[in-house]
């Protein structure tokens, strides 16, 4: 109905059509999303393992496990989006002449969460984390701030690369 009135009326009084782009660069940006993505991918990795170690499945642990899957993926997800949006919106050419990997990093992220979305591989989740981290590595140095590398105060324990942000 609101539909039928609007149509009515931009045909009485036509609007000017516009266009927006929503990418706007906000220069915030930040990789932990993406690191905390694939620690959480790891997490799941091993509790889909814990199940399956059980001698026989009940259907409720066959529930448990689609919805693991299911949140492993969208972590997935989440980490190429992530790595994308910085890759796009942030890397500009003077970064990709200081570090002339990040093309194929990137591409090699994209890569990896795909295989570590399609398999419930614990070595390819970590495998993932080792290039997230490197690329988190690279973001920060490319803004002059020193990193430091500390395992994670949660499961599954994996180390990340954390900004230095005391001054």
């Known amino acids: 109905m609101i539909y039928n009135l609007l149509n009515f009326i931009d045909k009485i009084k036509p609007v000017e059509k516009t266009s927006a782009h929503c990418d706007i660069p906000c220069k915030i940006y930040d990789p932990i999303t993406s690191q905390i993505a694939v620690l959480t991918m790891i ?7 814990e199940i399956e170690t059980k ?9 448990q496990i ?10 997935g997800h989440i980490v190429k989006d992530e790595i ?25 992220i994209m890569l990896g969460a795909s295989k570590a979305k399609q398999n419930i591989d614990k070595s390819a989740t970590v495998d993932l984390l080792e290039k997230v981290n490197r690329f988190a590595e ?7 701030i020193k990193t430091f590398k500390a395992v994670s105060p949660y ?3 994996q180390e990340l690369i954390y900004p230095d942000l005391k001054k």
Not at 43 to 49: A, E
Not at 55 to 63: R, Y
Not at 138 to 144: G, M, V
């Open 84 to 108: 994308r949006i910085i890759w796009g919106d942030y890397i500009k050419q003077p970064q990709l002449e200081k570090y002339p990997e990040l093309h194929d990093l990137a591409h090699s």
């Open 155 to 157: 499961p599954p324990e």
């Open 66 to 75: 689609s919805r693991l899957v299911s949140q492993k993926e969208e972590h």
């Open 55 to 63: 001698e026989s499945l009940t259907a409720q642990d066959h529930a």
């Open 138 to 144: 690279i973001f920060w140095d490319s803004k002059n």
């Open 43 to 49: 997490r799941l990795v091993d509790l889909i393992n």
